[in-house]
């Protein structure tokens, strides 16, 4: 289990707001800035890289001025930034427990960066787990984890289509996570999936999510209408990639 602090592992501790505050939309003061108080995803895949979901489908890659290794494992970590906006600039600082570590660097990434990078982090760093807890069951391979950061449950499954980059996927608004679409990146052409009405999902892993893990697969289960011999279903076609791509309005 995930040992979670607010924010995702990263809070931000900004100036008092001002008393008559209303809720205009807040204008980022250079293009790459992040705001810290839309934070809802923190990842660390090495000591000097942060990788941070935020807000409407944005992500950004911090990067710190020297190592700061064990964000994630801290008990206490803050984004400290005027205003909340982590632009780069001076000032700006990663507090985790008594490390306090300069921001060096902020840019924006696409989506299926942020997941590449988290499932490194997540391989990296593990998964933080309580004192004092028995686990009896089988052990899965280390590193293949998942998240709805940048994987998908099958069961949330709402709706699908094909296209030439691949497979996205509409899940649930039950759906953890905050992602209303997914990208599903296959290797080599599978157009059966285009012509199929319904597709299964497969993890090898035995997560429950597709992440793009090695053995992810969809198949085509069910021939389309008026095609009595199709040679659809049974032929699985891999996954290579799974990422956010859009959010639940």
């Known amino acids: 289990?995930?040992?979670?602090?607010?924010?995702?592992?990263?809070?931000?501790?900004?100036?008092?707001?001002?008393?008559?505050?209303?809720?205009?939309?807040?204008?980022?003061?250079?293009?790459?800035?992040?705001?810290?108080?839309?934070?809802?995803?923190?990842?660390?895949?090495?000591?000097?890289?942060?990788?941070?979901?935020?807000?409407?489908?944005?992500?950004?890659?911090?990067?710190?001025?020297?190592?700061?290794?064990?964000?994630?494992?801290?008990?206490?970590?803050?984004?400290?930034?005027?205003?909340?906006?982590?632009?780069?600039?001076?000032?700006?600082?990663?507090?985790?427990?008594?490390q306090r570590c300069p921001v060096a660097a902020v840019a924006p990434i696409d989506g299926k960066t942020f997941a590449a990078l988290a499932r490194e982090a997540e391989r990296v760093n593990g998964v933080a787990t309580l004192d004092a807890v028995k686990v009896t069951g089988p052990q899965r391979g280390q590193g293949f984890r998942g998240s709805p950061s940048y994987c998908f449950a099958p069961r949330y499954l709402r709706s699908w289509s094909s296209d030439p980059g691949g497979l996205l996927v509409e899940v649930s608004r039950r759906h953890p996570g905050g992602h209303g679409w997914y990208r599903v990146e296959l290797a080599g052409s599978c157009p059966e999936l285009a012509r199929s009405p319904e597709v299964d999902f497969r993890s090898r892993m035995d997560l429950g999510m597709i992440c793009g893990n090695p053995g992810d697969e969809v198949v085509a289960t069910a021939r389309p209408e008026g095609f009595a011999d199709s040679g659809l279903g049974g032929h699985p076609c891999t996954v290579t990639a799974v990422y956010p791509a859009g959010r639940i309005n």
């Not at 501790?13 to 810290?36: K, N």
């Not at 995803?41 to 409407?56: C, K």
């Not at 950004?60 to 020297?66: E, G, I, K, V």
Request: net charge negative.
């Open 1 to 98: 289990m995930r040992k979670t602090l607010p924010l995702a592992l990263l809070a931000c501790c900004v100036l008092p707001m001002q008393a008559g505050f209303s809720e205009t939309p807040r204008v980022p003061p250079a293009p790459q800035c992040l705001d810290a108080r839309q934070i809802t995803d923190t990842r660390q895949p090495d000591a000097n890289t942060l990788v941070i979901a935020s807000g409407a489908d944005q992500f950004h890659r911090l990067t710190l001025a020297d190592a700061c290794p064990g964000v994630e494992a801290a008990r206490h970590s803050q984004l400290l930034a005027r205003d909340g906006w982590v632009c780069g600039g001076p000032d700006e600082y990663v507090q985790a427990d008594q």
